[in-house]
């Protein structure tokens, strides 16, 4: 069925209302409508012997009959969603409805995602984010394999382990490792402590297994500051490993974020010097063509300039 004409029929069924005249008045539609009345009262007969029933009676003057007052209403109908419907493709086009999958874990969510979260909820309220918490093993996988769009990963775990050449990624954010120590510590209330004081010290650690390149630079940290760590236990959740240090069990080396995770029992503590730093990239398929997956990259970035 031809939208032009369902419009133009719309156009003229209604002009006797919207001019305040009693009749409905073809000439004065075709004259707003910018075309020849001929050419008007045309479509609306191909109109009609496509449907196969009299919309307008001509005679004694031009007024919708009952098919035409019911076929009136379906047309305006119809218009109005083929009125979303573009409404809704425009709004695709420019990423403003739809989804987008990301993976987090427990850095980013104590860093940036909150504000990203927000800004990009007050610029685009109709996609829909998928929020999937993912360890290093598994999430450059579900990104290679597109069960998810973007993630956000230690910058290590990034480095020379993309064998398809299909990810890209930018480092989003840097920050120092602090010590994390039982509140009743000798060290607890100085102001600033340095890592070698901890040689002779017991330490939690994240689990190598589940986030490798954290363990791996905590390890090294200690090495470059002259002493290999005692480890005396690991943990996959930082909250866990906040708990351990809550309980005595050893020291922590964490990435700054963890200070926004109030523990009772425990105490942050900035290292003196150059302090080791733990860097978060996010990452994404280079042939991913999404505008959604593209804002979302510009509100990573505009948090982070902020």
Not at 156 to 172: A, G, K, R, S, W
Request: glycine share 4%; hydrophobic share 45%; proline share 5%.
């Amino acid at each position: 069925m031809n939208l032009e004409r369902l419009e133009r029929f719309v156009f003229l069924a209604k002009l006797k209302n919207d001019v305040g005249q009693k009749d409905i008045n073809i000439s004065r539609a075709a004259e707003q409508l910018h075309i020849p009345q001929p050419y008007l009262s045309k479509q609306i007969k191909q109109l009609e012997e496509e449907l196969g029933v009299e919309l307008f009676v001509r005679k004694p003057r031009l007024a919708l009959t009952p098919y035409g007052k019911v076929f009136l209403r379906e047309a305006q109908n119809l218009l109005e969603q083929v009125q979303r419907i573009k409404l809704s493709a425009q709004q695709a086009g420019h990423g403003e409805i739809g989804r987008l999958t990301v993976g987090i874990n427990t850095s980013i969510s104590n860093s940036l995602l909150p504000d990203t979260l927000r800004v990009f909820r007050q610029k685009f309220p109709n996609v829909h984010l998928v929020l999937q918490e993912l360890l290093h093993e598994e999430s450059r996988q579900r990104l290679q394999d597109r069960a998810i769009d973007v993630d956000f990963e230690n910058l290590y775990n990034l480095q020379d382990v993309d064998d398809q050449h299909c990810l890209t990624y930018e480092v989003v954010h840097r920050e120092p490792l602090v010590m994390v120590l039982p509140i009743d510590h000798p060290l607890a209330h100085s102001s600033q402590v340095q890592l070698q004081d901890f040689a002779n010290e017991a330490f939690v650690l994240p689990s190598h297994n589940s986030v490798p390149a954290l363990h791996t630079l905590i390890r090294m940290a200690c090495m470059e500051a002259g002493f290999q760590p005692n480890v005396v236990q690991e943990a996959v959740w930082m909250p866990t490993v906040l708990a351990l240090v809550a309980g005595e069990l050893g020291v922590a080396l964490l990435p700054a974020n963890v200070m926004n995770l109030q523990r009772r029992g425990v105490a942050y503590r900035k290292l003196q010097g150059q302090s080791p730093v733990f860097q978060i990239a996010i990452a994404w398929r280079r042939d991913n063509p999404s505008k959604i997956l593209s804002n979302f990259l510009n509100v990573v970035r505009a948090v982070v300039r902020r």
